[in-house]
């Protein structure tokens, strides 16, 4: 038998973790594991894998292991790590970021609508990570303090987001993360009106097949990976609708293709449709009115308000939450103004 190494990139709203399974050869001589993994994973330090191991993010079959275990032939070992390999070089760059909370350990960011997380394909500066690598200069060299992200936001989501600041911190996070032991809340403008107070939306996310850039929904699962969102109603505006989003799982775009799915796309989401008049009226003030919100609010309506998690090194409940931004307030004082001044589809 071959060895098998499967690399599954999970991410969460853009939240990711480097998800490696191997099956050990028949043949294979006990080794410690933190050995054995150093030598299959390509660029992770064997310090990195001990600490993954202190946290119970690996497994040999399905059981938390720690680094001294020894591999046996054809063991299973899983591992969950906090961010994927770098294969670009990475610039500190000058980069505004507004840091609400920061300690040894991590620190948290509110992030703007605008701002790239992590440097990809046409976006190798001016990302948020940049802007973490010029601010962990300031960091004295015996702290050993650098930044490692845990989970993302799309650029025109904004949010709060949190960092690690040390290799225990982030498999720590990211085994959180993996569990969905995390809260993750947002809010999000959207079309339509609900026959109910609650709801859960479940289904299978995966790209689709005509536009990569787009993730569809799939409800007999067979392609992929289990989703959850719980939504609440928190105001409605006849035609668009105020909910929170909590997130059970964490996929790219899962609020969006969630919502898109059961035929309420965010307000002014381009990608999953929400940029025309869905609900609503023929007069043309209406019109004028949804266009100059669209204006005022130029991208999806989400905000990532609310995370709550343990702290990786004290254990205590750590709970931030992120004021909407102007753009996302102003407009849901419009839609206010709106429902109160005009009485329906007769105005």
């Known amino acids: 038998m071959t060895t098998n190494e499967e690399i599954d990139l999970i991410t969460a709203d853009q939240e990711y973790y480097e998800h490696h399974r191997f099956t050990a050869d028949p043949g294979q001589s006990l080794l410690r594991i933190d050995k054995y993994l150093f030598a299959k994973i390509q660029g992770v330090s064997r310090t990195k ?9 690996i497994l040999v079959n399905d059981k938390p292991v720690k680094s001294s275990y020894k591999v046996k032939p054809l063991d299973v070992i899983s591992v969950v790590m906090g961010a994927p390999p ?8 000058d980069i505004p970021l507004n840091i609400v909370y920061e300690d040894n350990d991590l620190l948290l960011i509110d992030k703007p609508a605008g701002l790239v997380v992590h440097p ?8 948020m990570l940049n802007g973490l690598l010029y601010h962990a200069k300031q960091y004295p060299p015996e702290t050993q303090k650098q930044p490692f992200l845990l989970h993302r936001i799309d650029k025109d989501t904004s949010g709060i987001l949190v960092v690690a600041l040390n290799e225990h911190a982030q498999a720590k996070l990211a085994k959180h993360f ?8 947002y809010l999000a403008l959207v079309w339509g009106d609900f026959d109910h107070e609650s709801g859960t939306v479940t289904g299978h996310i995966g790209r689709s097949a005509k536009n990569r850039k787009v993730m569809d929904v799939f409800p007999d699962g067979e392609y992929g990976k289990h989703a959850v969102t719980h939504y609440r109603v928190l105001e409605r505006f006849r035609y668009v609708t105020l909910l929170e989003c909590t997130l059970e799982t964490g996929r790219t775009h899962q609020i969006r293709a969630h919502m898109q799915h059961i035929g309420h796309p965010l307000f002014n989401d381009s990608t999953y449709g929400g940029d025309k008049i869905l609900k609503g009226t023929t007069f043309t003030k209406y019109k004028q009115f949804i266009q100059n919100c ?12 609310y995370l709550g998690f343990e702290h990786p090194g004290t254990g205590a409940l750590m709970e931030f939450t992120s004021p909407l931004p102007l753009d996302f307030q102003t407009v849901l004082d419009k839609w206010k103004t709106y ?8 105005e």
Do not use: M, W, Y
Request: charged fraction near 20%; proline fraction near 4%.
């Open 294 to 305: 669209f204006s005022i609010l130029p991208r999806q309506a989400l905000h990532a308000q």
């Open 120 to 127: 990809g394909v046409g976006n190798f500066t001016g990302t």
């Open 86 to 93: 770098v294969t670009f070089e990475l610039i500190a760059e």
């Open 178 to 185: 993996f569990d969905h032991t995390i809260k993750r809340k």
């Open 339 to 346: 429902v109160t001044c005009t009485k329906g589809p007769e």
């Open 49 to 57: 894998i001990q600490a993954a191991a202190d946290v119970g993010c």
